[in-house]
């Protein structure tokens, strides 16, 4: 029986300045175009989010394939998964350095290998081998993130407090834009993708939720499909995607897991982060515990973009508020 088809994205969750918040919408908005496009055209669901990755990971808004983060020393690691709910195949790579985009070096591991995962020179030569052009790691790197690499050594010299995984409100260059999409199409398959260039100043190899099945990806069309962004090591303790689909599986709505999933990874291992959740029926969640978290939307009715706000009071009560308000079906 056909399904109406839906596409869910983020665009990361952080404390995203007022000043680029134009742009993160904008290039949430793009990366739906791109993957609807695919997707009303009959496409699978698969190929609907590796397109829409794929324009977040060429958008330097984001954490993701050009204009990521650096790491300790002056370079750009990139790591990314995708996988398909209908046959629970999956492809990964992580500490990638000549790859443009991850997400397809990932989506040519889930199609062109009985393996599931690759990471650094291995995982270059394979997607080399399938055809993929390699470039040079300086091709990744952008002047801002020079910046920004400098001033976080400059603050660790210095002996300041390391805000990188604070989630607060202080911590607006070291942010989490981690880029993700689940979607569902005609056809009732559900499939996820998320990529990620890691947190500013990390150590040369080290790899996060992102890229590792059931942490910051998942996908099961007996349950749902999810994508989570934020701070990588309380999420991979906590295997925290496959927990919140493990839930939907249980008969839970994805709109009440999406926000018991963020309460428990802050009440359980302190993390801060964002989700993006899909059932196979059609309802979604989302939620964060960071101050912003861009978002989009889209069905039959069109595309819907925004930034989901966290209001904190005294007794640090969350309340999201978005323009337009957040889209719970």
């Given amino acids: 029986m056909p399904r109406s088809p839906i596409l869910v994205l983020h665009g990361g969750a952080w404390d995203i300045p007022a000043d680029l918040l134009d742009a993160h919408e904008q290039g949430v908005f793009d990366a739906l175009q791109e993957g609807w496009r695919i997707i009303e055209r009959g496409g699978t669901a698969l190929d609907a989010v590796e397109a829409a990755v794929t324009t977040m990971e060429n958008d330097p808004a984001f954490d993701a394939g050009r204009g990521s983060f650096l790491t300790r020393d002056g370079r750009v690691q990139l790591d990314a998964l995708i996988m398909d709910g209908a046959t629970l195949r999956a492809g990964g790579v992580a500490c990638v350095e000549r790859i443009r ?3 397809q070096a990932a989506r040519l591991v889930l199609d062109k290998s009985p393996h599931v995962y690759f ?39 210095a002996g ?8 607060g409100s202080t911590s607006n260059q070291d942010s989490h ?52 962004t934020g701070w990588g090591e309380p999420i991979m303790k906590l295997v925290l995607g496959k927990w919140a689909t493990d839930r939907v599986l249980a008969g839970r709505s994805p709109e009440q897991v999406a ?6 990874l802050l009440r359980r291992a302190g ?19 960071t101050p912003r978290m861009a978002w989009g939307l889209h069905t039959a009715d069109g595309p819907r973009t925004g930034t989901l706000v966290r209001e904190q009071d005294e007794n640090e009560t969350d309340t999201d508020q978005g323009a337009p308000a957040p889209p719970w079906n």
Avoid: W
């Fill in 271 to 289: 993390g801060h982060g964002g989700i993006i959740l899909l059932a196979p029926d059609g309802r979604y969640g989302l939620a964060h515990n």
């Fill in 177 to 228: 834009d981690t880029v993700g999409a689940v979607a569902l199409d005609s056809d009732g398959r559900l499939a996820a993708a998320t990529s990620t260039g890691g947190t500013l100043n990390k150590d040369p190899g080290r790899v996060g939720d992102s890229s590792l099945i059931g942490c910051g990806c998942y996908a099961d069309n007996a349950s749902a499909a999810v994508s989570l």
């Fill in 160 to 167: 300041a407090p390391d805000q990188t995984f604070s989630g």
């Fill in 119 to 157: 990471v650094g020179p291995g995982a270059e030569a394979f997607a080399q081998a399938q055809g993929m052009t390699l470039i040079d790691n300086s091709e990744l790197i952008l002047d801002r993130e020079r910046q920004r690499l400098a001033e976080a050594q400059a603050r660790e010299q």
């Fill in 101 to 103: 985009n991850p997400i």
């Fill in 259 to 264: 926000p018991e999933a963020m309460a428990y």
